[in-house]
């Protein structure tokens, strides 16, 4: 048996920092990450062979809990059928058809296509792509700490692995690319009005988290996204809203179905739940936009692996047991947890707010909710790091960054929520001697 020590070790001589996606590397809670090598429902295994509750859930996709026997099934099925043919298949027809179905709100339907494709950053660039394909325009607003995957003109101050790193944007990106993109403060619709006040005919989309979570929870304003989609509608812009996070996390028809105010987005993109734990996103749209995409458009995408066989199987058996009894099961658990969580932060005497955004939470250590980045990084974010190494060493696997969601799944029973009850005590503790 290897230890968690040694695997890491010997990934840094294999990966540039021993891993594939930059926050697995535990950095900003300084603790050996683990190496895990099986789970199930709520649980993984590490290479030393120590078990945790788990709340990273794949980054959300785990919702149904860690290889669901229905999900494992249909996806050894066709697995058994071939892994790929490179040409169309009956079950990507069925998928888009649940997406669209699901996706509705007092009779609307704002996804009338699909496209499917394996990654949530190929759904959001292929999202800006179309919308400047429609619009003949250029120019993409975006909010700070607002995460929508790693292409070149959505890095600047984005959320998730590089609030982590604190890095402003990525080296690498043109000049001339970033400046196509517009920043602005979240949930300031001053801002809004004012950049398209500015330059509002030269602004193709503005894209959004449905309701971030990228930079820990930060709840839109009540309004906020019907305000923000008639502002770009008056100005002849588009509104792409990303769900990849929220999308059938949040509730049935993700946080389109449930923000107090409904509104029009014009594009969304899907990720994580709809391909249930393997590599597949989406973006849905109106046939008349969606049809602007190669074959019928000028607007070209593709993808090789793009509604993969297996990992269409999996999003489908995945949709197919998100039933209101899954929702219901999910509520409960992330309420158990997100309260326990606070009071034991309360009872340790340590400064926070419970952040939530329907069943999505994270705790900020602020007194008072933060509504932007720039007063979610005002947080006394060093509390952060001892709290997770106590959960750590408790047995419960926290998200291994302040900026992230704590992502509850379906799987997790009052065994698993007694488990992280228990260790709450001792990390608030911890948090409160930082
Ligand atoms: N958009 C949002 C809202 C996300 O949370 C993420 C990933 N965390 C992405 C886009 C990018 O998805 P992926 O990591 O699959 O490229």
New binding site residues.
């Given amino acids: 048996m290897t230890t968690n020590q040694q695997e890491f070790d010997r990934a840094r001589g294999a990966m540039p920092g021993g891993v594939n996606s930059p926050v697995r590397a535990f950095g900003s809670v300084a603790e050996t990450p683990r190496f895990f090598v099986s789970a199930s429902g709520p649980y993984v295994t590490d290479v030393e062979g120590r078990e945790y509750v788990d709340l990273v859930g794949s980054?959300?996709p785990a919702i149904l809990g860690h290889a669901h026997p229905a999900v494992v099934k249909a996806v050894q099925d066709a697995a058994g059928r071939g892994l790929g043919f490179g040409a169309s298949t009956p079950g990507e027809t069925e998928l888009a058809e649940l997406i669209a179905a699901r996706v509705t709100r007092d009779g609307s339907h704002p996804v009338e296509r699909v496209r499917l494709v394996s990654?949530?950053?190929?759904?959001?660039m292929t999202a800006i792509r179309l919308a400047r394909g429609a619009t003949g325009r250029d120019l993409v607003v975006k909010f700070a700490g607002?995460?929508?995957?790693?292409s070149d003109g959505l890095l600047a101050e984005a959320g998730?692995g590089v609030a982590t790193l604190a890095m402003p944007g990525s080296a690498g990106v043109p000049a001339a690319i970033a400046a196509q993109t517009l920043v602005i403060p979240y949930n300031d619709l001053g801002a809004v009005r004012e950049v398209f006040a500015a330059r509002g005919d030269e602004i193709a989309a503005v894209i959004v988290?449905a309701a971030p979570?990228?930079m820990g929870i930060v709840p839109p304003a009540h309004g906020f996204n019907a305000a923000l989609a008639d502002i770009a509608h008056a100005h002849g812009a588009l509104l792409i809203l990303?769900?990849?996070?929220?999308g059938f996390r949040v509730g049935p028809a993700g946080w389109y179905g449930i923000d107090p105010v409904p509104f029009a987005p014009d594009l969304i993109?899907f990720?994580?739940v709809v391909g249930g734990g393997l590599p597949l996103?989406a973006i849905g749209g109106p046939a008349a936009l969606m049809e602007l995409l190669a074959p019928l458009g000028p607007v070209y995408q593709a993808g090789t692996l793009s509604g993969n066989p297996l990992a269409v199987a999996a999003g489908r058996a995945t949709l197919d047991h998100l039933d209101s009894a899954a929702y219901a099961r999910l509520d409960a658990a992330s309420t158990a947890i997100a309260e326990a969580a606070a009071s034991a932060l309360s009872a340790a005497g340590v400064t926070h707010v419970l952040q939530r955004s329907g069943n999505l939470f994270s705790i900020q250590f602020a007194a008072e909710a933060p509504t932007d980045y720039d007063t979610v990084k005002a947080q006394q974010a060093f509390r952060y790091p001892p709290f997770f190494r106590s959960m750590l060493a408790q047995g419960v696997s926290l998200p291994p960054s302040v900026f992230e969601a704590w992502f509850v799944s379906a799987s997790h029973d009052d065994e698993a929520v007694s488990r992280i009850v228990a260790a709450l005590p001792a990390a608030a503790r911890a948090a409160a001697e930082a």
């Fill in positions: 980054w959300g990654t949530g950053t190929e759904a959001t607002h995460y929508h995957g790693h998730s988290e979570a990228n990303d769900e990849v996070l929220t993109t990720g994580k996103a």
